[in-house]
């Protein structure tokens, strides 16, 4: 199966992508994701306005391998939480301000329940909250996906380790699919890395377990080896 074929069968599935290393990730999901839903109304989650940073960096990367990617990214609807009322790219849709995460959570929980079943959800540094706040966190954290309508496709991603095992494996529970992005052993040079891309974990009948390698073409997408 080739990876973008793969990554259209995440419509109306919640995705949970783990990964050590996030050079991979910018073209997956800059170059894979993003693309593959440009017809949907997306929105993107941004917790902490470190992360802010770190995506707009990510998508910056992003853009220099491929400048046309601006032409569905400027549709991007931003859900920011944190300090400053900014978005890493696209549009600034709803902001939260930093007041603990259960109160968070909440304001969140509202904005879910107005989305519909075609909408996209992307979910970049919600992972701090287990991983700061531990068991305690995760009860909200079902309560707020628990809001999101049934049918919304969800991509979150989680670097790995960032939490415990235990605490991985509950949250795995939430998702139909656990998608898990690695370094491959083979190495060309800088910058010409391989990766293995793969389904981990699926309750999905057409999006069964198994890995492919790849690499970062020119393009900035993940060509298949």
């Known amino acids: 199966m080739l990876l973008d074929e ?44 470190t992360m802010c940073r770190r995506l707009r960096k990510m998508y910056i990367t992003a853009k220099d391998r491929n400048p046309s990617i601006d032409e569905f990214l400027n549709k991007t609807k931003i859900i920011k939480v944190g300090t400053r009322e900014i978005a890493a790219f696209g549009e600034l849709y709803a902001f939260i301000p930093s007041e603990g995460y259960y109160d968070e959570l909440r304001r969140l929980e509202s904005l879910f329940k107005k989305m519909c079943d075609n909408d996209v959800i992307v979910t970049f540094g919600l992972c701090l909250i287990p991983a700061i706040y531990g068991r305690e966190a995760i009860g909200a954290l079902l309560k707020v996906l628990d809001s999101v309508p049934q049918d919304v496709t969800m991509v979150s991603l989680f670097p790995s380790g960032i939490c415990s095992e235990e605490l991985s494996s509950i949250i795995n529970i939430f998702y139909d699919v656990v998608m898990n992005v690695r370094c491959g052993e083979e190495f060309f040079g800088f910058g010409e890395d391989t990766y293995m891309v793969g389904i981990e974990h699926s309750v999905v009948g057409d999006l069964p377990p198994g890995y492919m390698r790849v690499r970062i073409a020119e393009n900035g997408k993940l060509q298949e080896i």
């Open 6 to 49: 793969l990554v259209r069968k995440f419509r109306n599935n919640r995705v949970r992508i783990i990964y050590d290393n996030e050079y991979p990730v910018v073209s997956l999901l800059f170059h894979h994701v993003f693309p593959s839903f440009k017809e949907n109304n997306t929105y993107v989650i941004v917790y902490t306005d």
